[in-house]
């Protein structure tokens, strides 16, 4: 924290008070830096130069100061780089070459990191406090305004803890939640309290904040001679962020699900290595979501030292432990599983690889092949026709729903942006009114969730719909979602995930690619099958996805009823945020047979169990009006 309007000092047991809420994130050790200026904290895990890394990292002088989360995969060639400019490095750390970069470079030293991190470094010289996250959001990076300066932290409670900021609820975050199953950065749940975009730095001043951006992606298409080609320079370019996020001087695992990503970086992460990789797989009681025998198979091809677990209804009450590490509603439940083979592998190791960003990298939804189809029906049918369809909408806690052949009319009536993003709703606005408080409601009267990815989706560049949508997914989904549920769940177990396909080069690569190269007819992820056939078997390749799912909606009706039961009607504080009536509509009618009503009911669920958490500490104000 930096009280840079007042000028006063950052207390020191305030401060270590706040860093030791985020002792999971970094249980080796501790460090701090305590002004002039900005008071920096830090929790460590050990990865590289274990026993001469540790934090806060200055310069040769004492004038620059550093703390910093992830790692930079390309250090080894800035740290030579840092060296024939004069600059002197009394650590084998990636974090100290940030400093000289900065000193050489400024702002700019970011452009140069190929990797994960969100780091905070202070300039006593220049009076200046740079804040940044990388490119892709895989690391997290909150920060909050106060009237004495600016605070942050890794994750949310960092703000919540200090007690610098005025919590008050921002009420459209519960709007966009029961919208889109997520709180789409940089808002959070609290008005005043916002996460760094990816991509994105802050340059802190007595002046004020400045925002930056130094990275997007490009409108350029790639063009090779043929799909060998492609296929050459696709396998070449994961080879190498595989091996690159292979570095650290501790054993890395990998997480093996069974699907196509996972298997790809395991068998590409066999041939970098002598040892066998040990790798970790969850799976569940329920067969049509057990994809163990999958994972046992690519175990056996690679010869991995292989580790399962099964998942059932009595540990998935994990649900409000979770909520301590979320800080604010997140209804993705698959974060149970990811908990416990992130905690099934820290048993073993501290770094592991995942196969996140497959499937928003290589068109690997069944979404993606729908937008295709539609697109080509909508080129085909006069907009007159499909006009009455624009705003058809049924009332889902009446049962008054649309039946599947009016869902995709008002699709493509909507138009290929707007279709996309009613096709990924999970709450319309009829459904948030009937689940909101009254005083909630009348706080978000006019807001629409989604101008917000309209904006992003408008942005892209490349203006064919597919790639837009590409690149709202990438924006959105990946970081607020999937790198969230990831990131929150692992670091709850101590345990670093790095993700290779999500590596900004890899990124690059496939945004560029021709759109046939992802999508094929109905098959997905053409290139990257045709590309890692040479490794993984086609069979395999050519499977069914299954996703990363859990049966909540079993155990909604069954082993957890009466603890969702209790989730939803025993708290009546809830009344502030949530209308009972409707919530217990909802459930009835669930369990009454409606399993399309699941996902609204995490949502609901997520919402409940965590208020606790990011709702104690918030003024009533933010609740029932300013």
């Known amino acids: 924290m930096w009280h840079y309007k007042t000028g006063e000092a950052v207390d020191r047991d305030q401060l270590k008070r706040i860093t030791d809420t985020i002792f999971h994130r970094g249980p080796d050790s501790d460090g701090y830096y305590f002004g002039p200026g900005p008071g920096l904290g830090f929790r460590r895990l050990s990865i590289i130069d274990l026993e001469g890394g540790s934090q806060p990292i200055c310069n040769e002088d004492g004038t620059v100061w550093i703390v910093f989360n992830g790692e930079i995969y390309n250090y080894p060639e800035l740290r030579r780089e840092v060296l024939s400019r004069g600059h002197t490095m009394k650590t084998r750390t990636d974090t100290e070459t940030i400093i000289h970069l900065w000193e050489d470079f400024g702002p700019d030293c970011v452009k140069k990191l190929r990797g994960m991190f969100a780091f905070a470094l202070w300039d006593q010289k220049k009076q200046q406090l740079l804040l940044a996250r990388d490119r892709l959001g895989i690391k997290p990076l909150f920060y909050g305004m106060g009237e004495r300066g600016i605070v942050f932290g890794s994750e949310l409670k960092c703000i919540r803890e200090s007690g610098e900021c005025d919590l008050q609820i921002e009420p459209t975050a ?3 939640v029961l919208t889109f199953f997520y709180i789409p950065g940089p808002k959070t749940i609290y008005r005043d309290v916002f996460m760094l975009e990816p991509a994105h730095y802050l340059l802190v001043s007595r002046k004020g904040v400045q925002k930056g951006k130094y990275w997007d992606l490009t409108e350029s298409e790639l063009k090779l001679n043929n799909t060998k080609d492609y296929e050459d320079r696709l396998y070449e370019i994961l080879r190498q962020s595989v091996s690159c996020h292979l570095l650290a001087d501790v054993p890395v695992g990998a997480f093996l699900s069974g699907g196509v990503d996972s298997s790809v970086v395991v068998g590409l992460m066999s041939k970098e290595v002598s040892e066998p990789v040990m790798t970790c797989s969850i799976g569940f009681e329920e067969k049509e ?3 163990l025998s999958r994972a046992r198979a690519m175990a056996k091809l690679f010869k991995t030292d292989h580790h399962e677990m099964v998942v059932t209804p009595e540990p998935a009450r994990i649900l409000r432990k979770l909520n301590d590490y979320y800080d604010q509603p997140f209804p993705d439940h698959s974060s149970i599983p990811t908990y416990y083979v992130s905690q099934l592998a820290r048993q073993r190791v501290k770094v592991v690889l995942s196969g996140d960003g497959g499937d928003e990298n290589f068109g690997g939804y069944s979404r993606y092949v729908r937008s295709v189809t539609l697109k080509n029906i909508r080129e085909r ?8 369809f624009a705003n058809r909408k049924g009332d889902r806690l009446k049962g008054d729903l649309p039946t599947r052949l009016e869902r995709v009319l008002h699709q493509l009536a909507a138009g290929a942006r707007d279709g996309y993003l009613h096709g990924i709703t999970v709450g319309d606005a009829k459904l948030r ?6 005083e909630i409601r009348k706080q978000i009267s006019g807001y629409d969730p989604y101008e917000h990815f309209r904006k992003i989706y408008d942005a892209s560049p490349r203006k064919d719909a597919l790639s837009s949508i590409f690149y709202l997914d990438i924006k959105t989904y990946l970081v607020d979602d999937i790198l969230t549920k990831v990131d929150r769940a692992s670091m709850a177990n101590s345990l670093e995930v790095r993700v290779p396909i999500l590596d900004h080069e890899v990124v690059e690569f496939a945004y560029a690619l021709p759109l046939d190269m992802k999508l094929r007819g109905e098959q997905r992820k053409y290139l990257l099958r045709q590309a890692m056939s040479r490794l993984v ?3 395999h390749m050519a499977a069914p996805k299954k996703g990363f799912r859990i049966p909540i909606g079993s155990w909604m009706r069954g082993d957890m009823r009466d603890w969702f039961e209790a989730a939803f009607f025993k708290d009546a504080e809830l009344d502030a945020f ?16 409606d399993s399309h009503l699941s996902d609204v009911l995490s949502v609901v669920a997520s919402i409940a169990t965590s208020r606790p958490v990011w709702a104690t500490t918030a003024r009533s104000a933010a609740v029932v009006g300013d």
Do not use: C, H, S, Y
């Not at 049918?381 to 009455?388: A, G, S």
């Not at 009114?433 to 009254?438: F, G």
């Open 578 to 593: 949530l209308n009972r009536t409707g919530v217990r509509q909802v459930w009835e009618r669930f369990q009454g047979g």
């Open 537 to 539: 078997p086609a069979e």
């Open 289 to 291: 979501f057990n994809e």
């Open 174 to 176: 519960l709007a966009d």
């Open 433 to 438: 009114e009937r689940l909101l408080a009254p």
């Open 381 to 388: 049918i006069p907009k007159m026709l499909l006009r009455p």
